[in-house]
């Protein structure tokens, strides 16, 4: 498939880099596709697969790496800030409508865990955005965090947490930790198997640039995230909320508590297995096509 490395200007002029897919056989502007990904992944995991899915349905797609992450700029590196990101996702939305061959008035939103709680705040306060898809999207830190954490592990992680904001009030350099580990019980801002088994393997086999380590800040910054809280001003730009039933990394019962709250039009398409079933095999499969499907319908292609 044909794809365009680009760069483009995020918040504070950081430069975010990815991938310009086009329409397949397009002669004219064509509706266009963000996309973003989770917690500390980079587009090689799987972002491509979803882009020629679109692509080859008629539609444009921006894929990136978001700050201090991959391929794109920022510092320090391996932070995750999820204000900067979702404002870094309205500034590939303005690159978007900046190229002759996108149909500015035709923008579509996708996003999967982290950004899928990306997509459905910028969905909500950004109207140039025509239809959004939120895969097993994160919906709220406080509720994640004490699901994620044993209650008496909890202070302490606040008090790790609150040294850190000390080193690095003092000038120090940030301390870092694993986003994943082997033992479920050990420390990762990501500790379940499932995660572990994912990211190691996907990394290996196609992401060789993505790092196991992430600032204990963006740990901070995940847990005061409420990105949910802001889904019943979606409406009335379609949602299409993908849930996979088994998920227990972006817990499926705040999803479904979300989409609750949500006001028509929406869709919710649950899905058999758990969160990282949905970037291979059949689960790509469905997860995909109801995502392309949503987009056509709603942007025409």
Not at 65 to 80: A, F, K, Y
Request: hydrophobic content about 40%.
């Amino acid at each position: 498939m044909t794809r365009e490395d680009i760069e483009f200007q995020g918040e504070g002029g950081v430069t975010l880099r990815g991938w310009f897919y086009p329409a397949t056989d397009a002669t004219t502007p064509r509706p266009t596709v963000v996309m973003t990904h989770g917690l500390t992944a980079v587009k090689e995991m799987h972002l491509d697969d979803y882009a020629e899915c679109f692509q080859q349905a008629g539609l444009n797609v921006v894929a990136y790496d978001h700050r201090n992450l991959g391929n794109s700029d920022g510092l320090p590196r391996q932070e995750v800030d999820p204000v900067l990101q979702h404002r870094d996702i309205r500034n590939a939305i303005s690159y978007a409508s900046t190229r002759p061959d996108v149909d500015a008035t035709k923008i579509g939103l996708w996003g999967t865990s982290f950004s899928g709680g990306h997509a459905l705040l910028v969905a909500a306060i950004d109207r140039r955005v025509k239809a959004v898809v939120a895969q097993v999207p994160f919906i709220s830190g406080s509720r994640t965090l004490v699901r994620g954490i044993r209650p008496d592990f909890i202070s302490h992680v606040r008090a790790d947490l609150d040294a850190d904001r000390l080193n690095r009030f003092l000038g120090r350099e940030p301390a870092l930790i694993p986003v994943v580990s082997a033992d479920p019980m050990g420390q990762a801002i990501m500790p379940s198997v499932d995660s572990y088994e994912w990211f190691t393997k996907t990394a290996a086999d196609r992401a060789p640039n993505w790092k196991n380590e992430v600032t204990a800040r963006s740990l901070e910054w995940v847990t005061e995230y409420e990105p949910g809280s802001y889904i019943s001003r979606i409406a009335p730009t379609p949602l299409l909320m993908i849930i996979a039933r088994d998920d227990v990394v972006a817990p499926f019962e705040l999803a479904l508590d979300a989409y609750e709250d949500a006001r028509e039009p929406k869709m919710l398409r649950i899905v058999s297995g758990g969160h990282f079933d949905a970037y291979s095999g059949p689960g790509f499969d469905e997860c995909a096509s109801a995502a392309r499907d949503h987009f056509v319908e709603h942007l025409g292609a």
